[in-house]
């Protein structure tokens, strides 16, 4: 009683950290209002599953949770003992109070943390590439334990945290280890934590397992992380913590009612069947039943609807002049829009500048002009564009230009070497690591067949601007533009879709300073999901002279109100990042939209806009694309440009190719040209 009462002194004397006075209550008796100790010892690995949300679901519950993170990135067994044995001052430690409160101490030595609290609980863990194999616990882990049974009360609870696998294509060279096979790593892992905690007697937190029973349902979708192995501040952090409430205080988490900002309704409940059957069964995976539903393909089993006019305003009366379409109507529609579906962008950045990173004036064996340029947002220049701008050499003046985003990088778009290739460094900044192949895409981009054409191409990898996963926005361009401390877009701000969209507006700025392209001719052009990022970039940005959208689908062209194919509830819970917070009202309430997808191509009028689909590309519902592109040509119509917006299909699936190509160059011809 000493000891702690002389830490709890200097405590109080230092930042405040004394002890709490309870009575230590075994997990397995807790009661609301019932007060429980944690302290984990690990890395970012902890700090994902106890930092946050965990003392919320507590005190949601009646349950007063006082949690101790010690924290090293990418802490060994092995750097925990010697840190022990050495006394050194090595640690962040988070504290999160009773009352919710959280404070985070520099310079800590594990000494000082157990001695901080009567822990009820403290758990242990390896680094997450070591997780799966034992013998790297050895012989740190026994030794660790009984150095932290000497300090903490004689009724403390060990655990073991049990690490999750990585995801396929990762920035980490720890998943060598398994092959960068991810059920390779989950499997090592179980069988480790198993032994683990059958031969050291440790209690397991299966948060590896909660986590991979959610990315075996629609809503987790192996996208959980946001980096390939860190989890992400919505469904993923919220699984973990999840898992480490039931486990610790054995009560159900099922139905707690604390759930996350920006996280989905339809995972919460995912995240918290994930943990409990985790905890149920804690080495080896649960399918939760929750899987994709059965796509609708049958004209007749489309629920009745009736599409929104959009020549009526708000207030339910007519536009009677093509004056009251641009100047109020046509604003009523894009707010709509920008708050309830894509989210609103910050505008044109005061510092955004430019550099030329690279020219040849003989690319492409003489045709073309080949330049790569740095887009930069502030001063800032680690998030950035790399523009590559093709333009025919044998051009006399500036040409017309398309303009788009591709998959997998400049590079992939041809196997000319000129095209620099990203290199492994510069694949961090995007918080992933995907390397693709030179070339691996230029099926996509008939870049000589373009120049030949006459026109110029202007393209940037996607994940210059945004990557493609839930990664909590904290890898593109969001974060550089967060005020007031805040870490996540509100609903009503830009997610990743809009995000592309105002990619290609700060490209087009590039554009219209190169004197090799016609910056009042140029031609935003998107497949797939890029597609929707085409057709918002051409609703919210009126410079571009023509849109093109390739099999955009849901979100995209297609009408909303059918729901076939890919509904708007699949995608936001597919892929929540896309659209901003409050397009997720309309899961399964597709009749509510104030809006549907006609109306964006209405947007774009008086400007040409060709939408275009496969015939085999159902889940994109080609019939709703074409009925939306006859729906828009109704404004079109009205405002005498009805020529302008064009409907085009061709045999095959979900891709573009030269035939696709060789028609937009063609529809340019006649109205950019």
């Not at 220049?381 to 040409?399: D, N």
């Not at 076939?564 to 936001?572: A, D, L, S, Y």
Request: aromatic fraction near 12%; hydrophobic fraction near 40%.
């Amino acid at each position: 009683m000493g000891k702690r009462f002389i830490w709890a002194a200097v405590a109080l004397l230092g930042l405040g950290w004394g002890l709490r006075a309870a009575e230590t209550v075994p997990a397995a008796e807790l009661q609301p209002g019932d007060t429980l100790r944690v302290l984990a010892i690990g890395n970012s690995f902890s700090m994902d599953a106890v930092e946050q949300n965990l003392h919320e679901l507590g005190a949601a519950d009646g349950v007063v949770l006082i949690v101790g993170d010690m924290y090293i990135g990418g802490c060994s067994l092995e750097r925990h003992y010697n840190n022990a044995r050495g006394d050194i001052a090595d640690y962040e430690y988070c504290k999160v109070f009773a009352d919710g409160s959280k404070v985070r101490r520099p310079k800590t030595t594990l000494a000082y943390a157990l001695a901080d609290e009567p822990w009820d609980c403290v758990s242990f863990q390896q680094v997450s590439q070591e997780s799966g194999r034992y013998d790297s616990f050895l012989p740190y882990l026994p030794e660790l334990m009984k150095y932290v049974r000497a300090r903490v009360p004689a009724g403390a609870k060990f655990y073991w945290h049990q690490t999750w696998a990585y995801e396929g294509g990762v920035v980490h060279d720890g998943f060598a280890n398994y092959d960068r096979s991810q059920s390779k790593m989950y499997n090592a892992i179980m069988e480790a934590s198993e032994r683990v905690c059958r031969e050291y007697g440790l209690t397991v937190i299966p948060s590896g397992t909660a986590i991979q029973n959610l990315r075996g349902t629609a809503v987790g979708n192996d996208n959980v992380t946001r980096d390939g192995f860190h989890l992400n501040n919505t469904v993923g952090r919220y699984t973990a913590a999840c898992t480490w409430y039931e486990a610790l205080t054995g009560r159900n988490v099922l139905g707690n009612r604390y759930t996350v900002a920006y996280i989905s309704p339809e995972q919460v409940p995912a995240a918290q069947s994930a943990a409990h059957e985790a905890v149920r069964k804690p080495f080896a995976r649960t399918d939760l039943g929750i899987a994709r539903p059965e796509a609708n393909y049958d004209e007749s089993r489309i629920p009745p609807y009736t599409l929104p006019d959009p020549l009526t305003f708000a207030d339910g009366k007519k536009v009677l002049t093509p004056e009251q379409w641009m100047a109020r109507r046509r604003p009523e529609l894009l707010k709509l829009f920008e708050t309830e579906m894509y989210g609103k962008a910050p505008g044109r950045p005061e510092k955004l500048h430019f550099k030329l990173l690279k020219r040849n004036d003989n690319a492409f064996g003489g045709k073309a002009v080949l330049k790569e340029v740095g887009i930069y947002f502030t001063d800032n220049e680690s998030q950035y564009i790399r523009l590559l701008v093709l333009t025919p050499k044998a051009a006399k003046g500036p040409v017309p230009a398309f303009l788009g985003i591709n998959f997998m990088g400049n590079h992939a778009i041809s196997t000319n070497e000129e095209i620099t290739m990203i290199g492994r460094d510069e694949y961090a900044r995007f918080g992933r690591y995907e390397e693709y192949p030179r070339g691996e895409n230029a099926r996509r981009w008939p870049v000589e067949m373009i120049l030949d054409r006459g026109y110029g191409l202007a393209t940037f990898f996607r994940s210059d601007i945004d990557p493609d996963w839930d990664d909590s926005f904290v890898n593109g361009v969001h974060r550089l533009f967060y005020k007031n401390g805040k870490l996540h877009p509100e609903d009503d701000e830009w997610g990743t879709v809009a995000a592309w969209a105002w990619g290609l507006s700060r490209a087009l700025d590039y554009l219209e300073t190169d004197a090799d392209v016609d910056g009042t001719k140029v031609a935003v052009l998107g497949h797939s999901r890029l597609g929707k990022a085409a057709l918002w970039a051409g609703a919210t940005d009126p410079r571009f002279a023509m849109v093109v959208s390739n099999c955009s689908g849901c979100g995209g062209a297609a009408i909303s109100r059918r729901a076939v194919g890919e509904t708007v509830r699949v995608i936001n819970n597919s892929f929540p990042h896309w659209f901003c917070g409050n397009f997720k009202k309309y899961n399964d309430n597709e009749g509510f939209l104030p809006f549907d997808q006609h109306e964006l191509l209405a947007l774009i009028a008086p400007r040409p806009l060709c939408v275009a689909s496969a015939t085999q590309d159902a889940w994109a519902d080609p019939a709703g694309e074409k009925l939306a592109a006859d729906e828009a040509r109704k404004v079109y119509d009205f405002l005498g440009a009805g020529d302008r917006v064009q409907y085009h299909t061709r045999e095959g699936g979900h891709d573009i190719v030269a035939y696709d190509w060789n028609y937009y160059l063609d529809f340019a011809d006649r109205f950019v040209r």
